[in-house]
């Protein structure tokens, strides 16, 4: 009885995964409910880090961000700790070969497959981080913990790499949505940030995910991120101008700050034994800026709304956002785990904030609405940092109730993302990967070239012969007519070349010289893992037809001719373009 029951489980998953890659509405419902869970484990993420700050830094109703001054200095001593906890959490995970896999990455390389513990550790080290009050915001334990959810479910139902993409990027998108009560932004994130494009098939997936998070998040009575903004205002063309102006400082910004993580992180990597420390070294590091100002602490959420409160001097301003970029600086680089996606979005208000004062001291009439200036500046720099123009439009959209103001923050977002991406050519997250040797440029999906090698579209049935023999020898082994080239192997066994039968054949050579003499691209091989993109660039330049592909001793193991490879690439392609609008 038990058997027959184990059976009739096994064949109503078999039809159940059958139904998912066959019912639009099955996997609607599928990313519905990977949306509900990503919004649970959003809000309760942000609970347990916000009661981490709580306990450490005495915060009550307040955010910690937005404390006029630490009145017990001793409470700072939570930085280093934090940073010990991160060591010891590093002493553990000292075994694994591998660093975690991020939704980013994810869905760029690997079809949207992420080991469940990887999850747990990002998770487990962002809010450790942020819960100690380092400059990291939730947001990158929130996305990787829906789509980390998301991939689970993608992978027990056994969905196609199309379909496990859509979701992974459903389940992150609501679980940044789900943060700020805000479902076009986790909409948008989805598809600008983890899937990387829009697609007809994935609109509805993708956006049933995030309703389905913005759901949890009211239910359980969380209030969305809101931001006052003027009710009337008029907009002139020379608004936008200025605006743009605004759009481009950022744009620098964000650069910088970027380029400023890097190459502290290089640095920070060359410390030799006690490189393994950093987080505590950072921890110590931390301490006097968030002495001199606490806006130096965590994501920044409760200093943004504080400075658009009080408006303070332009002098504040300038230090805040100088000590902001150095606590973001040394919080990554020192190993502290976490995003820039909130960050940036305070570093932006207060670009705004500080534009908008220096507009107002020049003898140009000018005077710009500084909430405006600081919400146009906040979007402008997260696009710089984060990618996605639309999200951070919609976010705005979604926190201000402004329609009037949509116009001057979509221009200063594309400028500034225009100009990122013309300078510079990476989001935050790609750059980090960039830096440790990843080709990805953007989550699109590039996980088929990788896996389309060498050995995979290698013809086997090669014609062989020794690099030693005679021509006439060669001939006889080798009759015209029966293959157009011959690989050359030495004495070893080992590749030596390529010959064309026709050059061997030549009646002008003398029967007893060595064939071995006629060997070209004697240099150029291929190995088994090489992906497309290498093997396309390798017949470029060695200007050939085919090449072998050789092993790690040697060892020849199959030749791929240039035409098949560029066949089979251009297939693929075809392939991958039919995926986006659905197409089987």
């Given at each position: 009885m038990?058997?027959?029951?184990t059976h009739?489980?096994?064949?109503?998953?078999?039809?159940?995964?059958?139904r998912?890659?066959?019912s639009?509405?099955?996997?609607?419902?599928?990313?519905l409910?990977?949306?509900?869970?990503?919004?649970?484990?959003?809000?309760?993420?942000?609970?347990?880090?916000?009661?981490?700050?709580?306990?450490?830094?005495?915060?009550?109703?307040?955010?910690?961000?937005?404390?006029?001054?630490?009145?017990h200095?001793?409470?700072?001593?939570?930085?280093?700790?934090?940073?010990?906890a991160?060591?010891?959490?590093?002493?553990?995970?000292?075994r694994?070969?591998?660093?975690?896999?991020?939704?980013?990455?994810?869905?760029?390389?690997?079809?949207?497959?992420?080991p469940?513990?990887?999850?747990?550790?990002?998770?487990?080290?962002?809010?450790?981080?942020?819960?100690?009050g380092?400059?990291v915001?939730?947001?990158a334990a929130?996305?990787?913990?829906?789509?980390?959810?998301a991939?689970?479910?993608?992978q027990?139902?056994?969905l196609?790499?199309?379909?496990?993409?859509?979701?992974?990027g459903a389940?992150?998108?609501?679980?940044?949505?789900?943060?700020?009560?805000?479902?076009?932004?986790?909409?948008?994130?989805?598809?600008e940030i983890?899937?990387?494009?829009?697609?007809?098939?994935?609109v509805?997936?993708?956006?049933?995910a995030?309703l389905?998070?913005?759901?949890?998040?009211?239910?359980?009575?969380v209030?969305?991120?809101?931001?006052?903004?003027?009710?009337?205002?008029?907009?002139?063309?020379?608004?936008y101008?200025?605006?743009t102006l605004?759009?481009?400082?950022?744009?620098?910004v964000?650069?910088?700050?970027?380029?400023?993580?890097t190459?502290?992180?290089?640095?920070?990597?060359?410390?030799?034994?006690i490189?393994?420390?950093?987080?505590l070294?950072?921890?110590?590091?931390?301490?006097?800026?968030?002495?001199?100002?606490p806006q130096?602490?965590?994501?920044?959420?409760?200093?943004?709304?504080?400075?658009?409160?009080?408006?303070?001097?332009?002098?504040?301003?300038?230090?805040v956002?100088v000590?902001k970029i150095?606590?973001?600086?040394?919080?990554?680089?020192?190993?502290?785990?976490?995003?820039?996606?909130?960050?940036?979005?305070?570093?932006?208000?207060?670009?705004?904030?500080?534009?908008?004062a220096v507009?107002?001291?020049?003898?140009?009439?000018?005077?710009?609405?500084?909430?405006?200036?600081?919400?146009?500046?906040?979007?402008?720099?997260?696009?710089?940092?984060?990618?996605?123009?639309?999200?951070?439009?919609?976010?705005?959209?979604?926190?201000?109730?402004?329609?009037?103001?949509?116009?001057?923050?979509?221009?200063a977002?594309?400028?500034?993302?225009?100009?990122?991406?013309?300078?510079?050519?990476?989001?935050?997250?790609?750059?980090?990967?960039?830096?440790?040797?990843?080709?990805?440029?953007?989550?699109?999906?590039?996980?088929?070239?990788?896996?389309l090698?060498?050995?995979?579209?290698?013809?086997?049935?090669?014609?062989g012969?020794?690099?030693g023999?005679?021509i006439?020898?060669?001939?006889?082994?080798?009759?015209?007519?029966?293959?157009?080239?011959?690989?050359?192997?030495?004495?070893?066994?080992?590749?030596?070349g390529?010959?064309?039968?026709?050059?061997?054949?030549n009646?002008?050579?003398?029967?007893?010289?060595?064939?071995?003499?006629?060997a070209?691209?004697?240099g150029?091989?291929?190995?088994?893992?090489?992906?497309?993109?290498?093997?396309?660039?390798?017949?470029?330049?060695?200007?050939?037809d085919?090449?072998?592909?050789?092993?790690?001793?040697?060892?020849?193991?199959g030749?791929?001719t240039?035409?098949?490879?560029?066949?089979?690439?251009?297939?693929?392609?075809?392939?991958?373009?039919?995926?986006?609008?659905?197409e089987?």
């Open positions: 038990r058997r027959i029951g009739a489980l096994k064949a109503l998953v078999i039809r159940q995964r059958q998912l890659r066959e639009e509405m099955a996997f609607i419902v599928l990313a409910v990977a949306g509900l869970v990503a919004g649970w484990l959003t809000n309760l993420q942000g609970f347990v880090a916000h009661a981490m700050q709580s306990v450490l830094y005495g915060v009550e109703t307040n955010r910690l961000s937005a404390l006029g001054e630490i009145r200095p001793w409470r700072l001593l939570a930085l280093p700790a934090g940073g010990l991160l060591v010891a959490m590093g002493h553990l995970l000292r694994r070969r591998r660093a975690p896999i991020d939704v980013v990455e994810a869905n760029a390389l690997h079809s949207g497959r992420i469940f513990v990887d999850n747990l550790i990002i998770s487990a080290q962002t809010i450790v981080s942020n819960g100690t380092a400059s915001g939730l947001e929130y996305a990787q913990m829906g789509g980390g959810v991939s689970v479910l993608g027990w139902f056994k196609r790499r199309a379909d496990m993409r859509t979701l992974v389940g992150a998108g609501a679980a940044v949505g789900a943060a700020f009560g805000a479902p076009l932004a986790g909409a948008f994130y989805a598809f983890v899937i990387g494009t829009y697609t007809p098939a994935a509805a997936p993708v956006v049933a995030a389905g998070a913005a759901f949890i998040t009211r239910s359980l009575g209030e969305p991120y809101l931001i006052a903004t003027s009710a009337e205002r008029v907009l002139t063309t020379g608004d101008f200025i605006y605004l759009g481009l400082a950022c744009a620098l964000g650069i910088l700050l970027m380029r400023l993580v190459f502290a992180e290089g640095h920070v990597q060359r410390l030799g034994r490189s393994r420390w950093r987080p070294i950072g921890g110590l590091l931390l301490m006097p800026l968030a002495f001199i100002t130096t602490l965590s994501a920044g959420h409760g200093a943004m709304h504080l400075n658009l409160a009080v408006q303070p001097a332009l002098q504040f301003l300038a230090m956002l000590l150095a606590a973001s600086v040394i919080s990554l680089s020192f190993g502290f785990r976490g995003g820039l996606f909130f960050a940036s979005m305070f570093l932006g208000s207060l670009v705004g904030l500080i534009f908008a507009v107002g001291m020049l003898p140009l009439g000018i005077k710009l609405d500084v909430t405006d200036a600081a919400l146009v500046g906040m979007s402008a720099l997260a696009v710089s940092v984060v990618g996605g123009p639309m999200t951070l439009a919609m976010l705005i959209l979604e926190t201000t109730h402004d329609f009037a103001l949509m116009g001057v923050v979509l221009t977002s594309l400028v500034s993302s225009a100009l990122t991406r013309e300078t510079f050519g990476y989001s935050f997250s790609t750059w980090r990967l960039h830096v440790r040797g990843s080709i990805i440029r953007s989550p699109r999906d590039i996980g088929w070239m990788l896996s090698t060498a050995g995979r579209i290698m013809r086997k049935d090669w014609v012969a020794p690099a023999l005679t006439e020898q060669f001939r006889a082994a080798v009759p015209l007519g029966s293959a157009s080239k011959a690989i050359l192997l030495d004495e070893a066994g080992h590749y030596a390529i010959v064309t039968t026709a050059a061997a054949y009646p002008e050579l003398a029967p007893g010289a060595v064939v071995g003499t006629l070209t691209l004697a150029n091989t291929l190995s088994p893992v090489t992906d497309i993109r290498a093997i396309i660039k390798a017949f470029d330049l060695a200007v050939a085919e090449l072998a592909v050789v092993d790690g001793v040697g060892t020849v193991v030749v791929v240039e035409r098949h490879a560029r066949r089979r690439y251009f297939e693929e392609i075809e392939a991958s373009q039919r995926a986006l609008f659905g089987t």
